[in-house]
């Protein structure tokens, strides 16, 4: 069985990793377990979630437009910053180019609550950035490195913590050295953690849709839902793998 893919010129057959094998994912930069999509010719392997994203995604975080799925940054640079988790990317985005928003595949599916050992309570992702976003001198409460203010986080889902970490230090996706430690480490005093609670905008939105058109939208909704879940569950499994002695 071939597939074809919109980023890709040849058709790409599905393949099963076997243990041992080594196969970087070109969509998202991540080694590949499980099922990928390959072309042998050239290398090129996607995740199978990540070759069967969505172009388009509705995403959370960016209520205005829906997000479209690139294969290549839409910079002259050739990269992007993820306003999810502030790392560069060269692969596959989603992304709002009026509104210069980009996102990793991943983050773009980031779960929307997570439990951390480091935490008693369940976490919450937290969109909102900028000034909206509070305090602009916080420190990631697992790697107590800065936050940026520009990038989303986790947050506890009860207001009264003022515990707020980095998406990849509450997924455990660890990437060390992005950001500088060097910054002057002044004391701001700590502001109301509720102003800046910004999840859970995920309700649909009225719109003049015709039912057929709106049955459509839900139906789509829904398997970005599974999706989600989907690498919700992949990323619990590779933290557990990753917590075995
Ligand atoms: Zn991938
Ligand atoms: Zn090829
Ligand atoms: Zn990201
Ligand atoms: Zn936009
Ligand atoms: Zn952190
Ligand atoms: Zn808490």
Redesign the pocket.
Known sequence: MEYKHFS???NLNLYRVQAGQQFRCHGCQMMCNDSIYA?W??N?FLHEHCGNANRYVKHPSHQLHPLALVPNPTYCSGSFLCTGCGAPGNSFSYCCPPCEVDLHVHCTYLPPNVNHKAHQHELIINFTTGEQAGNLDQHCKICTKQLNSKNWSYICSRGECDFKVHTYCATSEVKPGLYQDDEPDTQIPAQNPNSSTGAGGNQPQKTGLTPEEALAEVMQMQLQMQMAQEFAQMMASFNLSHLAP
């Open positions: 890709h010129e040849h072309c010719r050239c090129f």
